[in-house]
Every structure is written in structure tokens, then in C-alpha cells.
């Protein structure tokens, strides 16, 4: 056995804050120099994933597993796969960029704030790692503590308010999920390990029931439209850091929930809730879309248009075919990117101006070219433009899950699961104008037309820091639009894998009642849609 | 040669965009020159060592056969979807290719003058380089994807091209307008492409994606196909400003006039005629589709053409007109009539480039005054110009026998008439529309000539004084015309016997598609048709001429009080009812989505609702545990008198 990757990948930043705490308080310089360090090391260290990771395997890999609390079949396990490699990295990549980006705008506890970051990744990398449901729920609230004190102690004018909004909201969908792992590790007879629990056979009622905890804590997460309205209140009382974090990451723990646990062990209410889900799923993306055109602060915006693409990302998701789902976790990538940059430089001119609202400014494009360069490429991913990465996944997502809906064979109820997806790439696509609307709109009138604010005549353009936080990221929206293979390539053996697992059961309870009830519609629809055997998943109900 | 040199002509002008877009601020001005014009003249002189070794290829393998393809990297493999990064040259991209390098190339030279006291100079030659690049990937993408890059990177940099002077907020409101309108094209577009994706089985492919649709294919459903065709022709209505997209075209004059010739008359804004003209195949395959194309084409030539009538100002007659003669292209695919399409464009791009950069030449020397009433005699200021200008006028009528413009539109109009021979009544409608149209433009072309170079001068003294041309702007303009004049030869009608060089060419592209239409032998008839057309040309011409070439500053007198002229003045209005209909509305949604729903029902009452009702339980609770010993004795006492009294 090889050196354990992960768990040091997951200690180190952790044990990096605890050297931190013997740092004296007020030498500020080092408590940012070691942090960034420190998470530069981490991203160094997570590179070898890379290389260990083998694309071919279908399963699980990196595995580690020692006991952690045995009493109660809890277990200190890790593991990786195409679905989590690329979130993991993710994560690694976003938190140096984050602290040295946070140089000038943390300015009091340092120390507390580069420790926080810090014990944050070791949640996100630990959550995103375990294969152990008890690990992986201790990970999960764990990013919570951070993330408070991130808004609470870093944040605007009325960060109690958001903070308190912020963790009670999460933390009422978790709970539920407390509940549904509990239930689960007393089925599986004492043990949180996911392999145990993934091979239980589930009754659809159960499944119902555990879908719906489990499936509210990453809606929550996600946020899928309705559970949204935490997210702008977060957004903007979080300072620069916590935004992009919270962006980046921590919203992907939602879609990432459900691939990883949501939907392999509870298929059956998955294909039940499937329609629900694509129709919020829909109404997130244009709604989050006109509601982002209405704000006329910037950062409440960019959150907004937050809600529009994760509207995409689960939309990819419930299509649940190879194409959808790798574009769905490319575009989890790919908003941590275009997403978290777009935070970073509405933190730039906020550090300057300390006003976010939009009327504010106008004609910054005179007196900061550079930035107003940087602000339209970033822009340009996140509506999608072709050559950004942006595009790949949304192409990727819209096609995939258009081809769930074809062909439409005429007289198909407008309910059916066909339909519904056609429908729903229609509204969907429409995204693609109203992210330009909204985007657009905001960039005329920040960095377009005359100057007419005095205080904005001076401003200063780009400095040597920014830049170097900032061209990583523009880096990543051409590296990936130009060459998504080299991230789809590791995402083909395991999304295969979830989709052959998975798609037969989720597909045989997506199809609605009336489509039972007319048996001539439903025949050629199942042979079509069902090419291997029903699993045992499905029968099993039988048995039990 | 190897096949590689596709990717270096694509690749030149991007490297001229980097190298001005990142070093330019500090070079002198003439090496951006140098770099950008430079970049360009090798993109074209590259382009035509490629078409002619396209045409050796010819030679040795036959014309169905023969095509580079530059394969670069495999770009999205995603369950079924495998599209590569690689471009191909065959007849059709080939003319495109020349089209655009070459005119292109003029246009940057012409800039060089007219952009000359630009403070951001470099940052022109950027956008316009990145421009370049993007027209190429479009014309020489192999697949609909590659060419959707091109797509969209010619409508980023039309973009910013249009909102160049952006601290003016009407010309960045005209980017956006514009970038808008083409992402509602691109809307129905990219539905077309997702279901074409899923019958040709993850390909998109131009040369395999013909088998879809052939005899063998997996696409066969005519109401399938049609649909498709639908939703892309809206993607090229949009960026081909077909009606009711359209509203886009007449405001991007707020940009650079070179950018509206490059951009907005001879290259972008016929990348959706290219496009449909690229998958004729597929086009052709439904009737249905194909009458809506042709109806929509002649409606939006002759509805353009009838708001030209009576602008005033330079440019916008120019774009209207460019709006009118994309509705004789898209006529021309509507009919079937692809190589008459790609000849229009051809010749378009010929005569409207001259006529722009004329307008630029004027725009220039008026010291950018666009009002054509304060024009007037400025031929004799500004020699080559009119004279180019007068040329190109001639052209775009078709009011002089076989000059360019004359044959393209002849072939458009006789292949529109014989359709509806065939029993296709619908393009008798067409015909009418378009011959209608054609006169229209013969009428706004010369009442534009003669208001602006003959008659007398009506502007203010001291901007005659100065008016001047210059050289770097006046031999692009004499290349323009001379290729206004010649263009039509290498397409005369069949009538004259002569051969159809551009239609031979053109052939192996366009036979799959040929094999649904029968094309009329009636040669005759092409004579009758040609002198039909020239009489309407001419009487437009000297209609213009009676009413606008007089001898006095004065104007003649608009009827503005009739309705009719008010309506057209205003364009029909379509901007206004969009606002109406759809913006405003959209817009006010918007507002009540974030102030009622979100933050009343959803946070207010359901979130924030949700929290008081906990709390006022919990308040509600709290009077149980006050810690008030005698109240517990109290509850004590009473609830055992309770349980006694069921248990006793």
C-alpha cells in the first residue's frame, strides 16, 4: 500500500491551521504568507491524483479504509472516482487563489481567517472524499462552522442576519439526513459504510422517504429553486473569500450529493421525483435568470445567475445519460470558475469603491482596461460562449437531455417524461438569451457610457496580485473550452458506470401513470428507453 | 503542401489580434498597422495557395472528391457526441474564403485611413484581427460546432466592435441589442442542432451528416426534418437580419463605418446564408420549410427595402439596403437557387463593401456629419469616391446590363419565377415581392447618390473647405469597383452561352441538394425576365433622378404628414412594438418576480414566515416553563386531579 493520498490531501490544511494558532496574532504577514503556503501545498499535493488515478477503472479507487470509531461501524473511508476527481481538484485550486486574493481585503483576525479557510478545506476535500456516511455527514456539517464565522465575523453590514439565515437553513435539511443515515446504518445492520448501504435492497416506500431527507439537505445545498433565497443573502454579506468558496465549492456539495449518494442508492424515488425535479430544476434557470436582471446590486446578481446555473447542472443531472451527467460535473467546474472569478472581481472594485450597487458606476472601461478585459472573457464563460469553457457544459447538458425526449412520438401525453424534456431544453435553452440579457445589461451599465461619478475617475486598474489570482482562472475558461476532453476523458469509465447502474430503474418509474394505463404508448417507450435487464433493485420488493 | 496550411490561415489573425490586443498600447502606430493588415494580406495570400491547390486536387481526383481537412484535436467526446476540432476547404468555403481575406484585407487598408487619429487605435485592429479569425473558423469549420465557435466569435467581436466607442451609452446599448437579437437566433438554433445531433447519432460532420438525411439515413420524418430546417433558419434570420430578427442590423451602424462594411454588409452578416447554403442537403429536403425560407427572404428584401425610401441618414439607407439584398440571398435558398445565394453574397460583398467605405470616405470628410440633407455636390470634392459610389449604385440596382449586381439578381429572380412555373404557387408571391424590391432599390440607391454627390452643397462652409479624400482610402475603393463591375462573368446567365464558371464550381456541393428541384430549361424566358428587371431598375434610377438631382440647395418636399411616410420613417415601428410586446413586459416581469415572489412569498412568508411561526410557538411554550414554582404546583395538582378523575 502506497502512501495514503487522501487523508494526508484532507489532514494537511488542517494541520497547517493548527501550526497557525502558535503563529502570535498580530504578525499578519506570516499568517498569510504559510496560509497561502499551505494551501499551495495542498493544490501540489493533489496533483498526483492526477497520475494515480486511473480512467479506465469503472469503480472506487484510491481506496483507504481504517477504523476510526469501531463500536459503531463507522469507518475512516476515502475514496475517489471520475465524478468527485475533478471537484476535488477544484477545491485545491480555488483556496490559495482565495487567500492570496483576501491580502488586502481581510485586514483584522488574519489569523482566525486564514485558519478558517484552511480547517474549510479539510470539510469540503473530507466531504467530497468519504465513502463512510457517518465521515461524510462529520464533513459535511463541519464546512458549516467556517462558513459562519466567514460571514459572521468577515462580512457586510448585515452579516448576522445572513449567517444565522445561512446555518439554520442548511442545517434543517441536514438534520433530516442525519435521520435518513441513521435509518440506513440500522438497516445495514450497524455500519455507515456506503459499499454496506449500497447493496441494501430498498422498498420504493423507503426509498421515497430517504430520498426526500436526503434529496431536501442538497436541494437546499444546490439551491434548487425554492430554496434558494439563502443563497443572496449570503452572497452579499460574505466577504470576497467566503463568496467565492461558497460558489466554487461548497453549492456543488448539493449536485455532488446526488450523484454520489442520492441517486445510486435511492433510484427508485429518483425516477419518481425525476419530473419534479426537472421542472424545478427549469424554473430555477429562468427564473434565476430574470430575477438576477431585476437586482441593482453586482454581487447579488452574479448570485442569482448562481441559482440560473445550477439550474443547468441539475437539469444534467435527472437527463441521467452519459452526456448530460459529464456535462452536468464539467459545468460544476466550470462555474466553481467562471463563478468564483466573477466574485473576485466584483471584490476588486468593492475593495475600491466599497459600493456594489450598479448605478454606482458606469464607464469604468476608461480608467480600467484591464479589468474591463478580464470582466467581459469571465463573462463571456459564464454565458456560455463557445471556445469558454461554459459552453462545453451547457451544450453537453441541453443536447443530452434533449435526446431523453426524442424521438416524440405523436400522441405522447404532455406529461410523459419525453415530453417534459423537451419541454424543459426549450424554457432551458432560452437561458442562453436571458444570460446574455442580464450579464450584458450589467456590464453596459458598470463599464460602458460616460463617467459619471467623480469618486470613479481615479480608480486604479488591476494590481500585480489581482492579476495573478485572475489569470489562472481566464487560463482555465479557454484551457477547458478549448480541450474539455482532458477533463471528460477520467469522467467516462465511472459516469458509465452510475448511468448502466442506475438508468434502468430510474427510467422504469420515470415514465408517469397514464403511461401504464395505455400500455400501447408504454411498450415501445420502455423497449426503447430500458436496454438491459431491469437490476435487482427493482424486484427486490418482491423478496422483502 | 500539407494540409496544415487551413490552420495557419486561420491562425494568422489571431496571432495580429494577441499581439495588438496585448502589446498594442505600447507599439507605434505603424507596426500595429504593420501587424494587423499583415496578418491579414497572409491570411489571404495563404488562402489562395490553399484554393488553388484545392483546384490541382480537382484536377487529379474529380470534383466530388476533392477537399482538404486539416484535423487538429478531438474536442468533446461525451457518450455518443464526438466532434473534432478540424476544418475543411471545399468549393463553396473556398469562395467564402476568398471573399472574406480579400475584402478583408481592403477593408483593414481602408482603415488605416479612416481610423488614423483614433486614440485606440490598436484596440480597433484587435477586435478587428479577432473579427478575422472568428469569420474563418465559421467558413472553414468542418463541423456545425467548429463553425458555431465562428458563430459566436463573429458576433462577440460584432459586439464590440458596434459599442467601439463606448463611453457613448446609445452605441453600447447597440452592441448589446445586437448580441441579444443574434442569442435569439441562436436560441432556435441551437434547438435545431440538438435534434439534428440526436438522429446523426452524436456526429455533426458536414460531409457525414449528408448520409443522415440520405436515402439510408436515420433521418427521414418530413415533419422532423422541417422543424430542424425552421429552427436553424432562425438562427440564420437572426444573424443574417432576416425579418423579424432584423432589428439589430440598422443600430449596429453606431459603429466604426469600416466595421459596417466588413461586418455588417460583406462578411458576418451572410454567415447564416453560408450556413443554410452549408447544409443544403438538408435544407432541400423539406418543402415546407424551404416555402417559408423564400417567403421570408422576399418579404424581409422588399420590407427593408421600403424603409430605405426615405432615411436620411447615410449609413442607415446602406443597412436597410444590406437588410434587403440578405432577403434576395435567403430568396435565392428558399428557392433552391444555392449557387445564386453564394453569387449574390459574392457580388454583395463587392458592391456594398465600395458603398460603405464611399459612406466612410464621406462620413470622413464631413467631419462625421451622416445627414445626407446636408449634403450635396460632393463630387467635386471627393472624385473617386463618387464615382466608385456611382459605379456600386449601378451595381446593387442591377440598372445596367450584366454589371455584377445585375446577373446575381437576374439568377435569383428567373430561379424564383420558373419555382413557381413548377407548380410552387407560393414563389409567384415571391417573385413579386422580390421585383418589387428591386425596384425600391434602384429608387433609394440613386436618391441616396444624388442627394449626397450632385445637386448643390447644403451643409456648413467650413466642413466644405476642408473635405478631402484620401489615398489609403481610395484604392480600396477602385479594387471594390472594378470587382463590382467584373464580378457578375464568372456567372452569366446560360442564355448568353456562356459558361457558369461559378455554378460549375460550386457543383459537388450543392448536387445533393440540386436532386430535389427541377430546374426550368426555359432559356427564353430568361430574356423576358432580364428585360423586366432592367426596366424596373431603370425607372427607379430616373425616378430618383427627377425628384433628388436639381440644381438648387433646396430639398424637394417629404410629405411628413402623410401616414404612410410616417410609418415608414419610423420603420413600421417593429422596434417600438417589440418593446411593447416583449421587452417592457419581460422587463416588468423581471421586477415583480424579485420584489413579489422572491423576496415576499418565497423568503417573506414561507422562509421568514416559516421562523416566526417557530418562534411563536416557542414564545407560546415558554409560558409552561416560566420557572414559576406555584405554577407547576398549580399544573402538578390539576393534572392529577385530571388523571384520577379517567382512572377512578
Redesign the interface.
Known sequence: MSLPLLTLLIATPSVGALMLAFVPAHQRTAHRVIGAAVAILVFLMSLPLLSAFDPAATGLQLVEDAAWIPSIGAGWRLAVDGVSLWIILLTTFLTPLILIGAHSAITHRVREFVIAMLVLETAMLGALCATDLLLFYLFWELMLVPMYLLIGIWGGANRLYATV?FF??TMVGSLLMLVGIIYLYLLAGHSFDFAQILALKLDPTQQRWLFAAFGLAFAIKVPVF?FH??LPDAHTEAPTAGSVILAGVLLKMGTYGFLRFALPLFPHAMGEFSPLVLVLSVVGIV?GA??A???SDVKKLVAYSSVSHLGFVMLGIVAL????V??AILQMVNHGISTGALFILVGVIYERRHTRKITDFG?L??VMPLFTTTFIIVT?SSIG???TNG??GE??I???S??EG??VLPGTPWNAWPSLSVAA??FA??G??LG??YM??MV?RV?????THDANRKLADLNLREILVLAPLVLLIFGIG????LL??PM?ASVNALVERTRPVVSATRQPLEMAASPQLAAPKLAASTDAPLPEAAPAEATR | MSTEILALIVLLPLLGALVNGILGARLPKGLVTLVACGSVLGAFLLSLGAVSELYSLRERVGADEAMLVTNLWSWIEAGPLTVSASFMLDPLSAVMLLIVTGVGFLIHVFSVGYMHSDKAYWRYFAYLNLFMFSMLLLILGKNILVLFVGWEGVGLCSYLLIGFWYDDMEKAQAGQKAFVTNRVGDFSFLLGVFILLFFSGGDLDFVRLRDVVGPAGALQDPLTITIICLLLFGGAAGKSAQFPLYVWLPDAMAGPTPVSALIHAATMVTAGVYMMCRLSFLFAASTTAMTVIALVGAGTALFAATIALVQNDIKKVLAYSTVSQLGFMVLAVGVGGFTGAIFHLMTHAFFKACLFLGSGSVIHAMHHEQDIRQMGALRKKLPVTAGTFFVSCLAIAGAFPFISGFVSKDEILFTAFTASHQGNSPMLVAYGLAAAAALCTAFYMFRLYYLTFEGEYRGDHHTWEHAHEEKVMTIPLVVLAALAVVGGLVGLPEVTHAPHLLHEWLHPVFATAMTHFTYSEAHELEWILMGVALTLALVGVFAARAMYKRPTADLPEAPTDAAWYRLLMDKWRIDELYAAVVLNPLRRLAGVLHTQADVKLIDGLFVRGTARLVGRVGDGLRVLQNGDVQTYVTAIVVGLAVLLLFVV
Open positions: 439565515k439554520i437553513y425554492p433565497t439563502w427564473y430574470l430575477v436582471w431585476a437586482q445519460n452519459t452526456q448530460a459529464e456535462g464607464g472601461a476608461a463571456m460562449l463557445p471556445g459552453f462545453v451544450f453537453l441541453l443536447s443530452g434533449m435526446s426524442l424521438p431544453v426549450v435553452t432560452s442562453v438569451i446574455a440579457v450584458l445589461s453596459r463599464f460602458f457610457g460616460p463617467l478549448l480541450f474539455p476532453n471528460l476523458r467516462h
